[in-house]
């Protein structure tokens, strides 16, 4: 019998290795690409408005805005990321006027205004602000020349309140002021005013005057029959002890009513 043959691997092992190495392999895996970067968002229109409204302002002062955009402006630093307009257009809506907003209450700004907490303390803290510094100009020792001279003032400092105040200004000898005294404060249409208390007050100041004054939160200018009575009890107190009551005001935020031009005061 004749030997078998050999295998060809076994032939040639040289060449079988040579063939096995140039053989193809397998791509690696292509490494994932990075997503192209996103392109940036347009800014919010009112950023371009507030822009342009700071700029107004600095080229014509407040006569350059209009009321409520005054208002959206001083929001924007408290409310920095959205579009104030409809909170300013609100406030006013609601409070009518300038004055009445920077008179309100924390509660009325964010409950009616609609403000979140940090601008109805912004504009609070303005409010106070703008009373103090008008109440600069009515410091100890200035001098009064009548009850006009006083009604700016008070109409500043009560004329808005939301409740009824009943307020004092003692003067010395020369009508030169010693004190201003918000005494009471009451709801929107009575406030408990006790004379005792006013002349107390006077005589710890050693006043030798006296100009009262309360607001009417409705808006009336009229005096009615309790204020009349309240006056005459204070006035007869009064002289009594020496003290004259040089006039009763009753303001509201835009005029005010004088009982000694009525002749309420005999």
Known sequence: MAPAAPSATLENPQESLLSLLASPRPAPPKAPQAPAPAEDPAPPDYLGHRKRLKERFVESGVNGLRDYELVELLLSYSIPHRDTKPYAKRLLAVFKNLRSVLEADLTSLEKLGGLPAQSALHFKAMGDLFKLASREK??????????????????????????????????????????????????????????????????DLNASGLLLAHNHPGGSLEASEGDRQLTRQIVTAARAMGITVHDHLIVTAESHFSFRQAGLLA
């Not at 009064?144 to 009604?151: F, K, N, R, T, V």
């Not at 009824?164 to 030169?176: G, I, K, T």
């Open 138 to 203: 009515f410091k100890r020792g200035r001098p009064l020349s009548g009850p006009g001279d006083a009604a700016d003032f008070l109409r500043e400092q009560i004329g808005s309140k939301p409740r009824e105040v009943f307020a004092v200004l003692y003067v010395d000898h020369r009508n030169h002021l010693i004190s201003f005294e918000a005494l009471q404060e009451g709801t929107v249409d009575h406030t408990a005013v006790y004379p005792r208390e006013i002349l107390r007050k006077a005589l």
